[in-house]
């Protein structure tokens, strides 16, 4: 693939690339199912974090029982910081790691 072309190209986060930053947007918050059902442990959710920051076609990858939709909820009303790749923003596709814990 051809890096810069029309800036359409949604790259696979690595090497060069800058980290994406939440700037806004909600913190997960367990659900009541969750708490009751004592689910915790690792969710991963693949997306694409677009040159305006905003997160998009979120595939879940790894769930968690009654965490999914809370999670997915959370991304999508979330900002980040554009991943930058030679100094320009670029599109990529990042994998968030959720590794959630029961609220005490």
Do not use: W
């Not at 359409?8 to 909600?26: A, H, K, N, Y």
């Not at 959710?45 to 595939?59: L, N, S």
């Not at 999670?71 to 900002?79: F, G, H, Q, T």
């Amino acid at each position: 693939g051809q890096l810069g072309g029309t800036g359409t190209d949604v790259l696979s986060f690595g090497q060069g690339m800058t980290r994406p930053e939440q700037i806004s947007g909600p913190q997960v918050s367990y659900t009541r199912e969750a708490i009751e059902a004592r689910v915790q442990g690792l969710m991963i959710v693949k997306c694409v974090i677009t040159t305006e920051g905003k997160v998009e076609r979120c595939r879940v990858i790894k769930p968690l029982p009654h965490m999914e939709q809370a999670v997915m909820d959370v991304l999508a009303a979330s900002r980040y910081k554009p991943v930058t790749f030679q100094g320009r923003p670029v599109e990529v596709q990042y994998t968030f790691n959720f590794n959630l814990k029961l609220p005490r």
